[in-house]
């Protein structure tokens, strides 16, 4: 099997379809670290809010790993190919790792909330690409991921609140 067996059909012209996976294969990788990192802190997390932030992680976590699917299913669609190893992921994200032993759960909120943020940026910039490729349907699957993540931002900022 060569990679042209893998050529889905696409009225994308063929650069444009290439901006567009290399988006979507950025915010794959970006989502999967985000998923790791949130479920490591959910795994982690310690104090008296254990309970809410550890529910509130999870919960984060599973929206997070099922857009997964359809974000590497829209660059299928598109006709190109998706990430395949933990180390094409590495090789693609820009969200950063968090290997530390303890992170103090107020850290743990603001960096996923930072992380959010950093991934909505990226999608932003993804609508503008799948948009000037005249790809309306990932334009509009990039709406929902993108409103996802400015509600868990939001979430993680209301929980972490002192006041």
Known sequence: MTTADLKTPT?????????VQDALNTILADSFAL??????FHWHVSGPHFRDYHLLLDEQAAQIFASTDDIAERVRKTGNTTLRS???IA???????NDKDFVAPEAMLKELRDDNLALVESLREAKDIADDAKDN???????NWTDEAERRAWFLFE???KA
């Open 11 to 19: 009225d994308l012209a063929t650069n444009a379809a290439k901006s």
């Open 35 to 40: 998923y790791l990192k949130t479920k490591n």
């Open 86 to 88: 933990i180390g094409d």
């Open 91 to 97: 090789r693609h994200q820009t969200i950063k790792d």
């Open 137 to 143: 349907a990932t334009s509009a699957m990039i709406d």
């Open 159 to 161: 929980a972490g609140r």
